[in-house]
């Protein structure tokens, strides 16, 4: 059984899922995809992404502020402990930095993702991280303000195998996406090659970025079947094999989600 570790629930299309949310899941759950962690980017889906964990028991929820949304001012580790104040609540996030669009926000960014760091620590919650274009002040804020505890993941990773081993060696995990099927992304499969099995975590981040050979078509969770099949061949492990180790990764990172989803248990 596999678990999408980051994907947007909450703008998935479901034109072609009889405009049901539960459809989506349920094809999701046909292909072995026992759970899904719905990611929270701004303080205007934190609701609605909530609303969804509440109502399908497979769900879990992240709460936090993508760097592409913060504000002229950053939000504070204390609202942030407020917003996790909720039962389906395992992580923070997305949060981090991204220079690629958004490099003149970059100090707010920075605000930003500290206080998402500071909370984590304090709530024992790991962080969710994006990071385009931002290797070193990524890096560097995590050394500063992040818990090894607690730690975190490196989601929808594309960067380097020397930022892949500092963000390990910082205790965080590395999720891989469709990404890794795509043509021109021979840098990032080799850093899968690289890393041991026992970091590692598959996602969609769907609504975005489906693999080969759905690319250019909206991304769904049951295709996280594809990056795990596709990985597994990397490693040289059984699909079976590769489900099992990043399962067993996400309950090991996010300790609050195995009592809230009893069916990867055992």
């Known amino acids: 059984m596999l678990v999408d570790s980051h994907c947007h629930l909450d703008r998935v299309d479901l034109t072609h899922h009889q405009n049901s949310l539960a459809e989506v899941l349920s094809a999701a759950q046909h292909r072995g995809v026992s759970a899904f962690l719905c990611v929270c980017i701004s303080a205007e889906n934190k609701d609605q992404v909530l609303a969804i964990a509440d109502s399908f028991p497979s769900v879990v929820a992240s709460v936090g502020t993508h760097p592409s949304n913060v504000d002229e001012k950053a939000i504070s580790p204390e609202e942030l402990i407020i917003w996790a104040d909720h039962p389906r609540v395992v ?78 060696d910082l205790n965080y995990m590395i999720s891989i996406s469709g990404i890794v099927t ?78 809230l989803l009893p069916n990867l248990q055992g």
């Open 182 to 259: 795509f043509r021109n992304a021979e840098a990032l499969r080799d850093v899968v090659k690289k890393m041991p099995m026992d970091r590692l975590l598959v996602e969609t981040d769907s609504p975005y970025l489906a693999p080969i050979p759905f690319r250019g078509k909206p991304n769904v969770p049951q295709y996280v079947r594809e990056v795990a099949d596709y990985i597994a061949e990397l490693k040289g492990v059984s699909v079976e094999q590769l489900a099992e180790q990043t399962t067993a990764n996400f309950l090991r990172l996010f300790k609050r989600a195995g009592p």
């Open 91 to 168: 992580a923070l996030g997305e949060s981090g930095l991204d220079y690629h669009y958004t490099r003149d926000s970059a100090q707010v960014q920075q605000e930003s993702f500290k206080s998402h760091l500071l909370a984590g620590a304090q709530l024992d919650l790991p962080v969710i991280v994006h990071t385009r274009e931002a290797k070193a002040d990524t890096l560097n804020l995590i050394r500063t303000y992040g818990s090894p505890e607690s730690a975190g993941v490196m989601h929808c990773f594309t960067e380097d195998w020397d930022m892949a081993k500092a963000a390990m």
